[in-house]
C-alpha cells in the first residue's frame, strides 16, 4: 500500500494565483481530512468527507478555500485566490470504517508545502 | 465538541532523561487517544494509542497513561535518545460512527546528547 498520497510536495505561488492541491486517499478508506498545520495555529482541521460527501466544512477558513472529493480515490483543495497569510503545510489524512476495538488505519499524506509570495 | 489541551508545548532533556507530555480532553464520551511523532519536515505519524478500558498501555521506551475520571492522559518517554527529538500530537475521538480525532496543539521534544 502506497499509503496517503499527496502532490505536489512543494508550491510556491504568486499571491492571486489559484492553488490546487491534491490527494489520494488509501484504498478502502472512506473517510478523508484536510488539515492546515502553522506555527502558531498548529494542526488545523478544515474540512472532512465521508463516503466522498463533506460532513463538516467548518474550519475552512474563508470563502477563498473550496474541496472537492469526486469519487473515492481523489480529492482536492483549492485557493482562490491565494495570499501570503495561507502560506503553510497542507495535509491530507483518510481512515477506514470504525470496527469494533480495531484501528481504522488513519493516516496521514507527506503533505503539500504551500508558499505564496 | 470536544476540546484538547495538551502541555508543555516545549520540553528540552537531556539525552537518557525522562519526558513526559500531558493532555486533557472535554469530552467524556471519548474513549480512543492516540498520540503522534512528527519529525521535521515529515508527517505525523502514530506511534501509541490508548483505548478507555485500560490504564496503561506500554511499547519498549514509551509508555501512555490514562485516567478516565480527570479525563487527561499522558505520554513517557523512557531513555530519550536523540532521535525522539520531534512533536509530539495527542488527540481524543469517539471509537464508532465516523472517526474524527481532535488533536492537541503539540510539544516540541528537543533530545539533547
Known amino acids: 500500500d502506497a499509503g496517503v498520497i499527496q502532490s505536489p510536495r512543494h508550491e510556491v505561488t504568486e499571491m ?20 492546515r498545520q502553522t506555527m502558531m495555529r498548529g494542526l488545523e482541521l478544515l474540512i ?34 491565494s495570499e501570503p497569510r495561507d502560506s503553510a ?13 480495531g484501528f481504522n488505519g488513519y493516516t496521514f499524506g507527506s503533505g503539500t508545502r504551500l508558499t505564496v509570495v | 465538541g470536544e476540546n484538547v489541551e495538551q502541555h508543555p508545548s516545549t520540553l528540552s532533556v537531556q539525552e537518557g532523561d525522562s519526558a513526559v507530555i500531558k493532555c486533557t480532553y472535554s ?28 490504564g496503561e498501555k506500554k511499547d519498549q521506551r514509551i509508555a501512555v ?11 513517557h518517554i523512557t531513555e530519550t535518545q536523540p532521535e525522539d ?9 469517539i471509537s464508532g460512527g465516523s ?10 521534544l528537543i533530545v539533547h546528547p
Open chain 1, 48 to 81: 472532512y468527507f465521508n463516503n466522498n460527501v463533506p460532513i463538516d466544512d467548518s474550519g475552512m477558513p474563508e470563502d477563498r478555500f473550496s474541496a472537492k472529493m469526486p469519487n473515492a480515490s481523489f480529492s482536492t483543495l483549492k485557493i482562490q485566490p
Open chain 2, 27 to 54: 469530552d467524556s464520551a471519548s474513549n480512543y487517544f492516540p498520540w503522534y511523532k512528527q519529525e521535521l519536515g515529515k508527517r505525523p505519524q502514530l506511534i501509541i494509542d490508548i483505548r478507555s478500558n485500560v
Open chain 2, 99 to 108: 472517526y474524527i480525532p481532535t488533536f492537541g496543539r503539540g510539544t516540541s
Open chain 2, 65 to 75: 497513561t490514562l485516567n478516565k475520571t480527570a479525563k487527561h492522559f499522558s505520554l
Open chain 1, 89 to 101: 503545510v497542507y495535509f491530507c489524512a483518510s481512515s477506514g470504517p470504525q470496527r469494533a476495538g
Open chain 1, 16 to 35: 492571486g494565483q489559484e492553488v490546487t492541491l491534491r490527494c489520494k486517499p488509501i484504498s478502502g478508506h472512506n473517510s478523508l481530512f484536510w488539515y
Open chain 2, 85 to 93: 527529538s520531534a512533536v509530539y500530537f495527542c488527540a481524543a475521538s
